[in-house]
């Protein structure tokens, strides 16, 4: 089959530029470490209340890392608010409780499908003071535009000031 | 002495009206155009509203507006996104694939009977789809995962939907095997392959989709089953998901490879690499479907690595068409007297709607392929999966390229079904621009607004949140559905106009050729083998997918719930 010699330069250049595409992902995942939601574990939608997520909030594992556990229901976030350290590390661990939702961190890397029977589960650090509001980013019915959590991230020499200045 | 070659045997074909339609052919195929116009008219037409209710200018200027006859946001958006995709696209596609194929190989379909049952299935699908949707009782968007549930008319009517186009698969392919026995040896004309591609590929992919329905949705709609496994629902729906996104596709290509050069008077640079790009397409549409389900938590790395990798490749069939489609403008911009290197891309036929559109639905294909690009690589997705980028990316694609590509076919169709020429060109060239601009803008914005951190699928007019870097976007976007807003009323006006007040003769044509280039390969008709690919390439890339999704210790534990109640089904 002919093939004309531009068009042969032309595939050349598409398979170097999506070579390059495929480079830039693997150092994505070897060198920058992102990671990709990967499964954790199996979980029994009506046995949720006899799991850990039976008391869902944050853990301190020490060294400022933490564990969130995370429940989704029509149309709200357990719990509605956590407070944390800045540079604080943080795994979130997340199910759902009846139907399909998201788990959206505003500004860091964590995206999640939160799928009833699954438990979902992502890291990040929280290195800027703020407040990221987590956003149920799959549609869930009438309240889905409604199902938001806040992640208030403190600055802790600025508030450790601020006791010393109190007192 | 001279020796006299025996002339090819070619059976007596149909001999078609260059500005006319046959009878049968006007009947079959004009019903199939109207009424994929009318799911457009219902799908089109709510777009823009949502534009304007994701605003937070708009919203703020006129704080109790709601969606106009739909006030609930998410009817509204199903009704767009099912109209729109599923049925609009599937019976122009099934229309217009019939045309070509009868007039591509000069004969009749196979069996105009079974077309006609297929006809109505699709149909009587579509008023039951229509009725679950329009009563409210069916907002579960086009995707439909479970374990949200419907109205069982809906999944009745997507299942009617379904088996309609196998049987017209089976027409299309029993007809091109009476072509081949009559033509040995002989290339297939490239429209021809290109639509046979793209029936072989949806009727693959619709076994996943045909999967979930019957043995998950309907009978959980009928009560018949109380759970569910949403992991694997989103697997089998994204089996047949990608496939379905290269079903619209498909016959946008054989507009450009196989029309655009007519219409431009230029000629197709390569009829076979023609054909091994849709084959390409054809093949690698079924082990890339993961992409979508990169946030997903039941499955694992490798598979959306491996799924990431075959993306790539079915890009490779998107660059080939930007080339050879490239070299039928550059030859037509040369001809209209274009001198410098890149002179051509300016000199198009910009004053011909039909070739506009094509022209301007490439020009989004451009965003669309590099978005999708960007979000198919897997760990740039966690920046983008379900944020407002994803809205872009398909805007630019499906609404962008594939949508302005069948416009531009309705342009010289609709003339050819009716008898009479289009009502106006000047309301059709100002549909396609301002179709352009719209949706540059509108697809711009989203994209913005996603990076920002917008969610899709979102009522943002009702939200308790308004992300203050996207609110721009979400303003700007607006603006672009007002122009779409304009487009679409445009656009209808002018098949009305078309259907009822034009009573000028036809003009244009039907660009369609009956001979295949005999240097391309004959391997590449040998569907056999290319199916036994497919087959395996699904088996290779889905099996450990739905291997891991499935349970095989509890089996289904997730019980089913109406999108708008709280409380597990059945009820008390």
Known sequence: ?167 | MQAVQPAPRRAPGISFPQLGMLTGERWLVGSHMVVALIALSFGLLLGPFQAFRRAPAFMEAFPQWEMPVFSYYYQALSIHGVMNALYFTTFFIVGFSYFVVQRSLERPLWNVRMAWVAFFSMFIGLGLVLYALLTNQASVLYTFYPPMIAHPSFYIGLVLLVVGTWLVTANILITYRGWRRDHPGERVPLAVYGTIANFVMWTVATVGVAIEILFMLLPASLGWIVNSDPQTARVLFWFFGHPLVYFWLLPAYVSWYTMLPKQTNSRLFSDPLGRIAFLMLMIFSVPVGVHHLFSDPGVSNVMKAVHTVFTFVVVIPSFLTAFNIGAVLERAGRQRGARSPLGWLARQDWGNPVVAAQISGMILFVAGGFSGLIHASLTLNIALHNTAWVVAHFHMTLAGAVILTFMSVLYWMIPLIRGRALWSRRAALAQVYTWLIGMLIFGHGMGAAGIAGSPRRTDMGAAAYVNPEAAFYLNSSAIGGLFLLISSILFFVNMIGTLAFSDQPVQEDAPIGTTGDPSSPLILERWGIWLGVILLLALFAWGPVLVEALDFVQGFTSPFYQPDIPVPLPFE
């Open chain 1, 1 to 167: 089959m002919h093939i004309d010699e531009l068009e042969r330069y032309w595939l050349i250049a598409v398979s170097v530029a999506l070579g390059a595409f495929g480079a830039a992902l693997l150092a994505s995942v070897f060198i920058f470490r992102v990671q990709l939601p990967s499964p954790v574990a199996r979980i029994d939608p009506a046995e949720i209340n006899e799991s850990a997520f039976a008391e869902p909030g944050l853990k301190d594992m020490g060294d400022n890392t933490y564990a969130a556990l995370f429940v989704a229901q029509m149309w709200a976030f357990t719990p509605g608010e956590i407070r944390l350290p800045k540079g604080a590390d943080v795994t979130f661990f997340v199910v759902s409780r009846d139907i399909s939702h998201g788990f959206f961190i505003e500004q860091h890397n964590v995206n999640l499908m939160l799928l009833p029977g699954q438990i979902a589960s992502a890291t990040t650090r929280f290195n800027r003071p703020g407040t990221y509001r987590i956003i149920c980013h799959e549609f869930c019915g009438p309240g889905h535009q409604n199902m938001v959590a806040t992640i208030i991230v403190e600055d802790t020499e600025q508030s450790t000031a601020e006791e010393a200045a109190a007192e």
